[in-house]
C-alpha cells in the first residue's frame, strides 16, 4: 500500500487480541476528523453463540447486534456520519467457527495486526479474570487471519507492536498510516479523556485506563504477579503465533 489518501470510503480492520493497546489505538484514529469507528463490532455476536458468560454480559447482549451476517453487512456498509476512514476494532478471539470470514476478503477492506507478547497479554488477562484460556486471547486466531490475508496479498500485511507505539507514538503511527495508504495525522496523537458514545457497552468493565488517558504513554512499571504454571503454558502455546506475525511488525 502506497503513501498518500485514496478516493473512497478506507475501511480499516485492526485486528488486536484482548489487554493491548487496541481502545487507545481506537481513540486515535476516532480523533482524526475524518474518521468514524467502530468497537468490537463482533462481541455481541461471540456472546450469544458460544454461551460464554463475560462481564456485562447482559448489556452486551440488549445493546449490540447478535447476528454475525448482519455485522459483516456493517462492515461493508457506509461509515457513520459519511466518514472517509471507517476504523474498526476487531478482537480475533470473537472470530470464533461459525462466523463466517468472507467478508475479509473484500478488496477495499485493509487489514493490520496489533500484537502484545504472550506473557504480558496473559498477566493483564488475569488481572482482571479468573479464568484464562488460549482461546480467550486470540492469538491462534490473529495467525489464521494473518495468513489468509497474506495468501490474497501475496505478502505480509502491516503488523504493529503496541509497545512500539507507546515508545514512539509518531514515529510507529506515520509509518502505519503509510502503509494503510492514508497520511499522517498529528490528531492521533492526543484526545479528549472520557467516554465516547462509540465505546461498547463493555466500556464501564474494561476502559478504565483508557478513559483517564489523554495520548499514548510507556506502561507504568508495577509489581506484576509472576505467571501461574498453567499461564506460563498458554504464553508458551501462543509465543510461536505471536513470533510469527511480531517478524512483520514496523520498526
Known sequence: MGTGDTEGTVRIAMW?????????????????????????PFYAAYLAMTGIVHPMNDEILAAHETDWRKVADGVLAPAAGGARIFYQKHMTHHMID????EWMDHPEIRHAFLIRKPEEVV?????????????????????????????????APVVVEGAAVLADPRGVLSKL?????????????????????SDGAWAPHWYHAVEASTGFAPREEREVKPLSDEGRAIAEAAAPAYERLAAYAIR
Open 16 to 40: 488486536s487480541g484482548p489487554r493491548n493497546i487496541s481502545t487507545a489505538m481506537m481513540r486515535s484514529f476516532e480523533n482524526r476528523a475524518d474518521t468514524a469507528v467502530w468497537d468490537e
Open 177 to 197: 498510516c503509510d502503509r494503510l495508504g492514508i497520511a499522517f495525522d498529528e490528531a492521533m496523537l492526543s484526545w479528549p479523556a472520557g467516554r465516547r458514545d
Open 123 to 155: 498477566a493483564s488477562y488475569a488481572a482482571k479474570r479468573d479464568e484464562v484460556t488460549l482461546a480467550d486471547l486470540g492469538f491462534l486466531q490473529q495467525a489464521e487471519i494473518f495468513e489468509r490475508v497474506a495468501d490474497r496479498l501475496g505478502e
Open 98 to 101: 461459525g462466523i463466517g470470514r
